[in-house]
Structures are given as structure tokens and as C-alpha cells.
């Protein structure tokens, strides 16, 4: 499987869990919760980890870091080479 390949599922399975995340979320602040402040804050925090924790997930990604995936796939940076 090519790299870039691998970079496009990568970029699918994390797309799917933040969405799982941000269901699951939902119900719970839906009862927990009632201001919508509380709400954003604790959703940016959660954004903030979640990225960490793909940053540290090597599959799918060069040198474990999918933005250099991602930025070598882009013709502009092919264009330099």
C-alpha cells in the first residue's frame, strides 16, 4: 500500500472516531451539562487531546506525523523537488 494511500485511511478513521466522539459527547453533556459555554470549552479541549493522541499514532502517517504526509502529497511542495 502506498503511502499516499495509506494517508487518505488514516485521514477517513480519524475523521469517523472524532465524529463517534463528538455522538458520544453529545449524549453525555446533553445530561450533564446545560450551559453552552461549558459545552464549547470542554469540546475544544477534547479536539486539543484527540489530535495529540493521533499525532502519536504512527500508521498511516511518515515519521509519525500525518502533516508531513499530508504536505508532501501537495504539488506545490513536488513542485520544489
Known amino acids: ?3 499516499k494511500k495509506r494517508s487518505y485511511i488514516r485521514t477517513f ?3 469517523v472516531m ?3 466522539l463528538g455522538l458520544v459527547l453529545i449524549y453525555i453533556l446533553t ?13 475544544i479541549v477534547l479536539y486539543f487531546i484527540y489530535h495529540r493522541i493521533w499525532k502519536m ?3 498511516g502517517a511518515k515519521n509519525g506525523n500525518a502533516a508531513l504526509v499530508e ?3 501537495t504539488p506545490a511542495s513536488q513542485a520544489g523537488d
Open 57 to 59: 499514532i504512527k500508521w
Open 1 to 3: 500500500m502506498t503511502d
Open 31 to 43: 445530561y450533564s451539562v446545560q450551559t453552552s459555554l461549558t459545552y464549547i470549552s470542554i469540546r
Open 13 to 15: 478513521v480519524k475523521g
Open 71 to 73: 504536505q508532501a502529497n
Open 18 to 20: 472524532w465524529e463517534l
